[in-house]
């Protein structure tokens, strides 16, 4: 049974139309959600930490918010350059400080 | 640059040999974690160092083993290598055990042909 679950798996977007990724969790005694993009090829890239229920967080273009029982990460007016994986991930009171990745939402932005 | 540093990037072998993946982590911090991304599984967490002890494993298989040398640097050691094994093989740091996130590396891409 997956712990972290992101969707969609992949996003197409045309440059300029906003939309949101979902990362839903099911742990119980959540430390912490984290947020990431990666590249190809390329390791992940820390985005967000939120921590508590209504706890949102922004960074230019990108929009994290949290839920008791899922994340949202807004994407706003996306550029190409946007392109990645992003990545969610729980510590929970289970975990040992591990970080336990979902799958990740491949997006594509066109120009 | 992450300052999580993974050699070599690149690695190709056969079936049934041993390699050994090195990390270096960010300067201060004192836990190490590796994990194995493949296509299908998404990235998996196979265990974790905290001032060169062993602290949490996860999906490791018994043909891999790691340790976390007094100057924090880590190896992962993978044996009798298989098929299945090819995947990104990546290292993290962190200042604490990890409740604040943390910092990979770029990876090693191992190729079992």
């Known amino acids: 049974e997956d712990q972290v679950t992101q969707s969609p798996e992949a996003l197409r977007l045309q440059e300029g139309e906003s939309s949101s990724l979902n990362c839903s969790y099911t742990?119980?005694?959540?430390?912490?959600l984290f947020w990431y993009r990666q590249d190809p090829g390329k390791g992940p890239e820390f985005l967000f930490t939120l921590y508590s229920a209504g706890e949102e967080k922004e960074k230019e273009r990108l929009k994290a918010t949290l839920t008791k029982k899922e994340s949202f990460l807004h994407i706003t007016a996306p550029k190409p350059e946007d392109s990645a994986t992003y990545l969610c991930?729980?510590?929970?009171?289970?975990?040992?400080?591990?970080?336990?990745f979902g799958k990740g939402t491949k997006l594509s932005v066109k120009p | 640059d992450s300052g999580v540093t993974q050699t070599p990037k690149h690695l190709i072998t056969a079936t049934g040999q041993r390699v050994t993946l090195r990390c270096s982590p960010r300067?201060?911090?004192?836990?190490v974690y590796w994990y194995q991304q493949s296509l299908d599984q998404g990235l998996q967490f196979l265990i974790q160092y905290y001032n060169g002890e062993e602290r949490a494993k996860g999906n490791i298989l018994e043909r891999f083993s790691a340790q976390q040398f007094p100057d924090l640097h880590s190896e992962l050691n993978l044996s009798s290598l298989e098929l299945g094994d090819s995947a990104l093989y990546f290292c993290?740091?962190?200042?604490?055990?990890?409740?604040?996130?943390?910092?990979f590396g770029s990876g090693t891409r191992l190729t079992v042909v």
């Open positions: 300067s201060g911090d004192l836990s």
């Open positions: 993290a740091s962190s200042v604490d055990r990890g409740a604040y996130g943390y910092t």
């Open positions: 742990v119980s005694g959540l430390r912490g």
């Open positions: 991930a729980v510590v929970y009171r289970g975990s040992q400080g591990n970080l336990i």
